[in-house]
């Protein structure tokens, strides 16, 4: 029996820095496809506050028309 597991089976546990710095681009775009949230810390945007470690609401655009 292995002891040895597959990194890809971790992605849950990695917030959005972690996955920047391993190249993982295609799942940030799966985590920041409908952003609502912030990082404090290091300014990435995510889908929920589980993907950040200092996660901020992120604030929304109220444009009245296509020019803003």
């Known amino acids: ?3 040895d597991h597959n990194p890809e089976d971790d992605l849950s546990a990695l917030r959005m820095c972690e ?3 391993r ?3 295609e799942e ?3 985590r920041s ?3 609502t949230v912030v990082c404090g810390k290091c ?4 889908n929920a506050s589980e ?3 200092n996660p901020r609401p992120l604030p929304k655009k ?4 296509l020019w803003g």
């Open 19 to 21: 996955l920047k710095a």
């Open 28 to 30: 940030i775009d799966r």
């Open 51 to 53: 993907h950040l470690h």
């Open 33 to 35: 496809d409908q952003p």
């Open 1 to 3: 029996m292995s002891t």
């Open 23 to 25: 190249g993982m681009m």
């Open 62 to 65: 109220n444009l009245d028309s």
């Open 43 to 46: 300014g990435a945007k995510a």
